[in-house]
């Protein structure tokens, strides 16, 4: 998926690209980028070095990664790119297998509408030019899981192209300052998958699912202005993110690979152009085959797909059929919030922090579980986000539990915070009642607090004479508290506390305290 490139970088040299002169990076020009094919169903990396450069000794010089993005989507659809076969994961080995995926002579493609539309919404969510004609090709190459010896791609004139891709990431020391980049797309077009290969290491034979033979994919190619691996999987992410608010993929996607080219040439080894794929069992990426030599796909017009033709308001003909076109600007129209609007609204809504608003977007169903809490519960924003984003996102990921599989509801949440907001329960109590929620015993948390007697006391004059009778007992810490030592009050709340059982308030406490010493 992601295609980093990494160049050696010697104070005082130019190169094309990027160098790194002291501590300072800079840009050299526009870049003439390698990218990656994913095949076989997982994300892959192209390798390919920019420039031959001097052996280096080691540790003599540093390395910039310079990283472009490939990224193959799988579009959701019901059906196929070219054909009819539902498109289901997990089913039956060759189950969802039309004539035409299997490549039987006679059988023609038929377009997916659905894919289409998909295609021309990501292009506009990405700030692509859409291009009214584009044109279907065939790509040519022989695997045992392309049945035709080809796959149907868009090579010479996509559906999109020439737009950008905006995305932020937090840094500083206390990853509170935004940064916002820019990178820039090169086209969006439409192709299909090819089917899986099942290798029997056991049995030396190979076995081949066509399921996903001809599912529609989206390919976003990325020009590489990424220069870490940070950069990289911000931008993979704020991509997922836009897919994913826009229904037009689910984009589950992985990235690695820059360590291990630094690690290749600081040992003297040389990075090769090949496919790459990614293991996430084992975290790493690993060689699929080789690319060393001249690519020949042999492209050539597909002759059985005429031209595909979009209109606008001003191009759309008089009188057509909704059904039979896609109308561009009728498909603006129904664009969907996007994710940096999201943020945007987060922040002026609720007042919280840019880096809160990142972490409730980019942690899945979170955003969704803040919006619930924040329609039951009286609690202020910020208290709903700390305790979201701190207690909850806490438990969840020392667990490594997704937010779906949290055993604490929303509306679980939000009562707590109502008791207390109305000063039912100390802050201390609270997190008890949230511990034992988190245990999923079924019980609310009011039925906790009462079982628990979490409460906070209610009478004031009870309360008085708790406070005098520790202040009796501690005469010491009194005179401290005098004498002006400030940690010395803070004791005595301390105390109180602990004969109240931490059902008193330490606001309440530390007035009656305040009142008491000086009188």
């Not at 526009?30 to 052996?55: E, Y």
């Not at 015993?441 to 520790?470: F, N, R, W, Y």
Request: hydrophobic fraction near 40%; charge should be neutral.
């Amino acid at each position: 998926m992601a295609a980093p490139m990494l160049r050696l970088c010697c104070p005082g040299r130019r190169w094309a690209l990027a160098c790194i002169d002291g501590c300072s990076r800079h840009r050299r020009g526009a870049p003439n980028g390698c990218t990656s094919s994913r095949k076989r169903g997982q994300s892959s990396v192209a390798q390919q070095p920019f420039i031959t450069a001097q052996k280096p000794r080691k540790g003599e010089h540093e390395w910039a990664a310079v990283v472009g993005l490939e990224i193959h989507a799988q579009i959701s659809s019901k059906s196929k790119l070219f054909s009819g076969s539902q498109v289901h994961f997990a089913a039956p080995p060759n189950s969802l297998v039309s004539f035409f995926d299997a490549s039987l002579p006679g059988t023609l493609p038929v377009l997916n509408r659905r894919c289409v539309e998909a295609a021309v919404m990501t292009g506009l969510a990405l700030n692509c030019r859409i291009n009214k004609k584009s044109l279907f090709d065939r790509k040519h190459y022989f695997y045992a899981d392309l049945p035709a010896g080809y796959q149907i791609t868009q090579q010479r004139l996509p559906i999109a192209v020439n737009g950008s891709l905006v995305y932020s990431f937090c840094a500083g020391k206390n990853r509170s300052q935004v940064i916002n980049k820019t990178a820039r797309v090169k086209q969006i077009q439409l192709e299909q998958d090819s089917g899986k290969s099942l290798h029997d290491d056991l049995r030396s034979q190979t076995l081949i699912d066509l399921n996903r033979a001809g599912v529609g994919l989206l390919e976003v190619v990325l020009e590489p202005d990424m220069s870490c691996g940070e950069e990289a999987a911000t931008a993979v992410r704020e991509l997922q993110l836009i897919l994913q608010a826009l229904g037009t993929s689910q984009a589950n996607m992985a990235d690695y690979e820059i360590q291990r080219q630094i690690n290749e040439l600081e040992n003297g080894g040389e990075i090769l152009n090949e496919t790459r794929s990614f293991d996430s069992k084992l975290g790493c990426t690993i060689p699929m085959r080789d690319k060393e030599g001249k690519q020949d796909y042999r492209f050539m017009p597909e002759p059985n797909l005429p031209p595909l033709l979009l209109y606008d308001t001003e191009s759309l003909p008089a009188g057509a059929d909704p059904q039979q076109v896609i109308d561009i600007d009728r498909i603006r129209e129904q664009l969907p919030e996007l994710p940096s609007v999201t943020r945007e609204k987060l922040v002026q809504q609720y007042g919280m922090l840019p880096e809160h608003s990142f972490t409730l977007l980019n942690e899945v169903g979170l955003l969704e579980f803040f919006q619930n809490v924040m329609k039951e519960t009286r609690a202020e924003p910020k208290k709903v986000t700390s305790w979201v984003l701190n207690t909850l996102l806490g438990f969840l990921k020392q667990q490594n539990l997704a937010v779906s599989e949290s055993p604490v509801t929303p509306s679980a949440l939000a009562e707590l915070l109502n008791l207390l907001d109305r000063k039912a329960i100390s802050s201390s109590a609270a997190k008890q009642v949230f511990e034992e929620l988190w245990r999923n015993e079924g019980k609310t948390p009011a039925q906790i607090v009462s079982e628990k007697k979490l409460e906070l006391m209610q009478d004031q004059e009870a309360l008085e004479q708790l406070c005098h009778a520790v202040m009796e007992g501690h005469p010491q810490v009194v005179m401290d508290v005098k004498k002006g030592n400030p940690r010395a009050i803070n004791k005595l709340i301390g105390l109180v506390r602990k004969v109240t059982l931490s059902r008193a308030d330490p606001t309440v406490i530390k007035e009656i305290l305040e009142k008491k010493l000086a009188s």
